[in-house]
């Protein structure tokens, strides 16, 4: 936590508070009163659970500090007023795993359509770029379906770029920028769909991450993807598919510079502040005359320009919106779902805790049936195949006239037992 989030947690949402609804305070020995209003109004709040964390953690270090440096710390020392049952965060726990198993629920059907309407506007874009450099400007061209007239301006840099204009609106449309991010938009969704990446781990792959393994027994080479220590600080090999070895391929074909080599860009990092050395990165573009990494927010920015023109849309109507991360919880859903053990699932998507991986998992009810069924007709042949036989007519009978014997013996009460034999006792 910044020095500034603590001091605005601690000065306004705990002690502004207080002198706004309690005129007078000046201790903080809070009395009984005081402190349930205060943490009534805090659980109003979004982040109310954050804010009693951080004033819990204030308390405690004042009583450490007391025990450390009496003279100085003892007079401000005092009963912390939140205690560790208002600290479960069960409820908010179990909210968020609802929520992340919806959002899985709704796009984990949605995905194929999106896979194909990224890899078509792809090749539609690449089609009309093609077409437009093979005519000369001002000539009219119909590529992928539309019919458009080129036009090329020349930027400052020298570069040039492909435009073209629709004859009927006059509408000009830069041709080389919509083929840029149609296909770092198919990129980005094929790799994360499958790898099951964190967004961060993404935007480090590099001409490096790619090592062979030989198979001792074969001499067979398996290609594998190295994976940075990112979240966990725990690197880990991913198995490279032929439908991602497609993709790799196409980005390594398209950053690669003449003479075979790719560039090598120096990317920032947003959590430790600070640039990384240069580094032959998979996601960099031409941006300003130079190459630059695709950052984060570019990712998500490509992401949202892709979905905007699938027109999917969620259960209330509105837009459907895929973040990087969703990505990853439909990747694991998918794999546990498809026969993968869940402990090979957590070391592929690199998670400590065996659980952390069964929490990204969304639970379907129909899997819970299916695997209900499954249960049932296990049990079924273990036991002899006569017990399962359709009952006779005077069996049934029999079956039914229990009911109503119990019901004459012990009555409408629901007792056990019953002194007169006949009706109920009550």
């Not at 305070?25 to 009984?32: G, T, W």
């Not at 007023?81 to 959002?103: L, N, T």
């Not at 090329?152 to 920028?177: C, N, Q, Y």
């Not at 940075?228 to 880990?236: G, H, L, Q, V, Y």
């Amino acid at each position: 936590m910044t020095l500034q989030r603590l001091a605005s947690t601690l000065g306004k949402l705990f002690w502004a508070d207080l002198e706004q609804h309690h005129p007078g305070i000046d201790s903080l020995r809070l009395a009984p009163e005081v402190a349930t209003s205060w943490k009534q109004r805090i659980l109003n709040r979004e982040s109310g659970l954050g804010t009693l964390a951080t004033v819990r953690a204030f308390y405690l270090d004042i009583a450490q500090w007391a025990m450390e440096d009496p003279a100085r710390w003892s007079p401000w020392a005092a009963v912390c007023p939140i205690r560790d049952e208002d600290m479960s965060r069960k409820k908010a726990h179990r909210q968020r795993k609802s929520r992340m198993d919806q959002r899985t629920r709704e796009r984990l059907p949605v995905l194929p359509g999106l896979v194909t309407a990224v890899n078509t506007e792809r090749r539609a874009a690449a089609e009309l770029l093609q077409a437009a450099q093979a005519t000369e400007p001002g000539e009219v061209f119909t590529a992928a379906g539309q019919t458009l007239r080129r036009r090329m301006l020349a930027r400052p840099d020298g570069a040039a770029r492909i435009w073209a204009e629709d004859p009927a609106s006059d509408v000009r449309r830069d041709l080389s920028f919509e083929e840029h991010q149609s296909f770092w938009a198919w990129a980005a969704v094929e790799v994360l769909r499958h790898t099951g990446l964190r967004i961060e781990e993404l935007c480090e792959l590099s001409h490096h991450s790619f090592v062979q393994y030989t198979l001792p027994s074969t001499g067979e080479l398996i290609p594998l993807l190295h994976i940075a220590p990112s979240k966990t600080d725990a690197e880990r090999l991913l198995v490279i598919s032929p439908e991602l070895a497609d993709v790799l391929s196409a980005i390594i074909c398209r950053i690669r510079q003449p003479a075979g080599s790719v560039p090598p860009v120096a990317a920032y990092d947003y959590h430790e502040k600070v640039w990384n050395p240069p580094m032959p990165l998979l996601f960099q573009r031409h941006y300003g005359g130079e190459r630059r990494p695709i950052a984060p927010p570019a990712i998500r920015r490509l992401l949202n320009h892709a979905l905007a023109k699938t027109g999917f849309t969620d259960a209330s109507g509105q837009l459907l919106r895929f973040l990087p991360h969703d990505f990853r919880r439909i990747f694991i859903t998918d794999a546990v779902m498809n026969g993968m053990p869940p402990h090979i699932a957590q070391l592929v998507v690199g998670h400590r805790d065996i659980n952390t991986t069964m929490g990204y998992k969304a639970v379907y009810p129909e899997e819970v049936i299916n695997g209900h069924r499954a249960f049932i007709a296990r049990r079924r042949q273990l036991r002899p195949s006569e017990e399962y036989r359709a009952p006779t007519d005077a069996e049934w009978e029999e079956f039914l006239g229990h009911f109503q014997r119990r019901k004459l013996a012990l009555g409408d009460c629901g007792r056990a037992y019953s002194l007169y034999p006949v009706g109920c006792c009550c």
